[in-house]
């Protein structure tokens, strides 16, 4: 069964530091990739997504993940983070060739940007 | 173009009752897939439906079942509510089931 694995439970980084959040699936013939953001007492918000072509893929915000097949990896980087980047971040891995496109989820990784 | 709703944003139930969960799709989409969210862990997969009926569950039991109406909002009911079951509840939609979810705001349960 797809898995999905978050490693860093915590990442605290300075303002204007640059980020990278780790994101590894299990080995698969094929799968969409994405990164959902969650504040506070919200829901969850797309941040971007990989479906197929150019792997690098980047947000409107900064953000952006590099699909590596071999590494089963789509690792998440901002080069400057900004205070309101404090969120919980969840990469989330889905199968093309079922029949649902349920997404499996990471157990998230929580950003805290410090002043 | 109205996003993906859901009601109530709160609840407060016993343990051995039941609730009913509620969510509207956005608009265009037919597809709706259902998440527990526990305190601290990632979004789990509990069904989803397309075109009134359950197209997939993941690993929950019976006693957590749906519905989706013609208009392709959707419920979540669970029964003989326990103590883990205690959670963030997300509805998603999409269109066709396909690619990209968008969820709503959550359902917040506690259990007591």
């Known amino acids: 069964a797809q898995s999905v694995t978050q490693l860093d439970s915590q990442v605290p980084v300075f303002e204007e530091a640059p980020v990278e959040l780790r994101c590894n699936y299990s080995s698969s013939v094929s799968v969409y990739l994405f990164w959902y953001v969650q504040y506070p007492n919200q829901g969850l918000q797309l941040l971007l997504k990989?479906?197929?072509?150019?792997?690098l893929v980047e947000s409107i915000n900064g953000f952006e993940a590099e699909f590596n097949k071999s590494q089963t990896s789509f690792h998440l980087r901002k080069p400057s983070v900004h205070i309101s980047d404090t969120a919980e971040y969840f990469c989330a891995v889905s199968d093309p060739n079922s029949g649902t496109y349920k997404y499996i989820f990471g157990t998230g990784t929580r950003l805290k940007v410090l002043a | 173009e109205t996003g993906v709703t859901q009601s109530p944003t709160h609840l407060i139930k016993t343990r051995g009752q039941q609730v009913t969960l509620r969510c509207s799709s956005q608009?265009?989409?037919?597809?709706v897939s259902w998440y527990q969210q526990a305190l601290g862990q990632g979004p789990q997969f509990i069904f989803q439906?397309?075109?009134?009926?359950?197209?997939g569950r993941g690993n929950f039991p019976p006693r957590f079942s749906g519905l989706q109406f013609p208009n392709y909002s959707s419920e979540l009911n669970v029964n003989a509510l326990e103590l883990d079951d205690s959670a963030l509840y997300l509805c998603?939609?999409?269109?066709?089931?396909?690619?990209?979810?968008?969820f709503g705001p959550g359902t917040r349960l506690l259990v007591l």
């Open positions: 608009s265009g989409h037919n597809t």
């Open positions: 998603a939609s999409s269109f066709g089931g396909r690619e990209t979810q968008y």
């Open positions: 990989y479906l197929s072509g150019s792997t």
């Open positions: 439906y397309y075109r009134e009926e359950e197209n």
